[in-house]
């Protein structure tokens, strides 16, 4: 038990440590809809059904935000970790498919981990103190219900105290009872103790997903936890003596129900209700079955299917933008080299003749360059679908520098005067430098 407390205060520090990394993320900028539109086709519209904080199997923290695409057809949902603006890899991809399923239960009312456990209502807290004449002519009532229940040796000795009556005062219809309360109690408590706090940690697992702080391999932790509370619970609803505590505790909890209710109307209060408490078996019960159902909705049934799609789409759309890149890129390269740079151009018009001017081309081809760089750093965040859209203005510019190169295109020719005058000059300034130095 102690181990328990530990694990389960160990899942606290952790969860507390989780919540104030999460804090300091959130007062950076985290905006879904940065990613809305990256990785659908034409004809799809996007919209965000959900976002929660995720940690990675290396423990990286991040945030998950679920794009679904639709088209008048059909639909895809591509999970995106818009913090670190990455995609996550398979194992990580068909987790989000299981914990979305799972938040989309809990949405749906389907789970519902904020439910506390009701109040019960136990024999052996009842019987703690002492055994009154009131109590055990309550427990006389339940002889033959907890009949059922009790081991053949205690069956005889019901039906020896049946034959022999009740105020033979050597053995009475409470004895059964009697056990339970003075042998069984202790175990009995400790074991109910043992399976509600289990039941409590899957509980907690699942209040994790609900608020949107979880990690790899979450599903499976609560799969584990939920199969060991429903295998201690199990053990407390097939005891014997667990189902005579419960025979027993329903009875005296309809009585205690019954007598409270008859109190409460003498004292005047004529809207008094009569409400039976639920019993410790009753609440292990609920909670078995609850388990149960809920179970079926840790896994995502679709998962593989899903990730296949989410992979194939990603995959898709990281090609096709970097096709788009390298073919812009190689226009660029092949434009670029057919247009000098300014100072060439510069240097050349001195030697050659009739000069030229490509400054617009080159303006041109610098604005290509600026977004092809542009183009590059929104693939390496995969913004897909704005570096795919940059295609058509690099197109432009490339196609106006295209133009303004061929435009204003001319084949130059060596001006030998120009060159026969710069010598001329070079050799008179070097002739007077050498005069002032004689």
Request: glycine share 6%; with cysteine.
């Amino acid at each position: 038990m102690v181990k328990k407390i530990v694990k389960g205060k160990r899942f606290l520090f952790g969860l507390l440590f989780l919540i104030l990394i999460i804090n300091f993320v959130q007062a950076q900028s985290i905006n879904p809809n940065e990613y809305l539109n990256e990785f659908s086709e034409k004809s799809e519209n996007c919209s965000v059904i959900d976002g929660y904080f995720y940690s990675d199997y290396n423990n990286n923290l991040g945030f998950t935000s679920i794009y679904r695409c639709c088209n008048e057809k059909i639909c895809i949902d591509l999970p995106f970790d818009i913090y670190n603006k990455r995609i996550y890899d398979k194992w990580d991809m068909g987790e989000q498919f299981n914990i979305n399923y799972m938040r989309s239960a809990i949405k749906e009312g389907k789970v519902k981990p904020s439910e506390h456990f009701p109040e019960s209502f136990d024999l052996c807290s009842y019987f703690s103190d002492k055994l009154d004449d009131q109590e055990v002519a309550l427990a006389v009532k339940t002889a033959d219900e907890i009949k059922q229940y009790a081991p053949q040796n205690y069956r005889k000795i019901y039906e020896i105290a049946k034959g022999a009556g009740v105020a033979t005062g050597v053995i009475t219809e409470f004895d059964i009872g009697v056990f339970v309360v003075a042998v069984g109690c202790n175990h009995l408590s400790k074991q109910e103790e043992e399976a509600f706090f289990k039941a409590g940690e899957c509980y907690q697992y699942l209040q994790s997903i609900e608020s949107g702080t979880t990690n790899y391999k979450i599903n499976s932790q609560v799969s584990q936890c939920m199969s060991e509370a429903e295998t201690q619970l199990n053990g407390v609803l097939d005891s014997w003596a667990q189902q005579v505590k419960g025979a027993l505790n329903t009875v005296v909890a309809t009585g205690k129900a019954l007598w409270d209710w008859g109190k409460n109307v003498a004292q005047g209060d004529l809207n008094a209700k009569f409400e039976i408490s639920p019993t410790s078996y009753d609440v292990a019960k609920g909670i078995r079955d609850k388990i149960q159902i809920e179970k079926t909705y840790l896994f995502n049934p679709n998962e593989y299917s899903l990730t296949s799609n989410a992979e194939k789409r990603f995959s898709e759309k990281q090609n096709e933008s970097n096709l788009i890149l390298n073919e812009a890129y190689n226009d660029y390269l092949d434009l670029n080299g057919k247009v000098m740079d300014g100072f060439y151009e510069f240097f050349l018009n001195l030697f050659a003749k009739p000069n030229v001017d490509y400054s617009k081309a080159r303006e041109e081809v610098g604005l290509a360059k600026q977004e092809i760089d542009e183009m590059k750093n929104l693939i390496k965040e995969n913004k897909f679908n704005s570096a795919s859209a940059l295609n058509e203005s690099i197109s432009r510019h490339l196609l106006n520098g295209e133009e303004e190169f061929s435009k204003n295109y001319v084949k130059q020719s060596t001006d030998w005067l120009t060159i026969f005058l710069i010598i001329l000059i070079v050799l008179g300034i070097g002739y007077s430098l050498f005069r002032k130095i004689i």
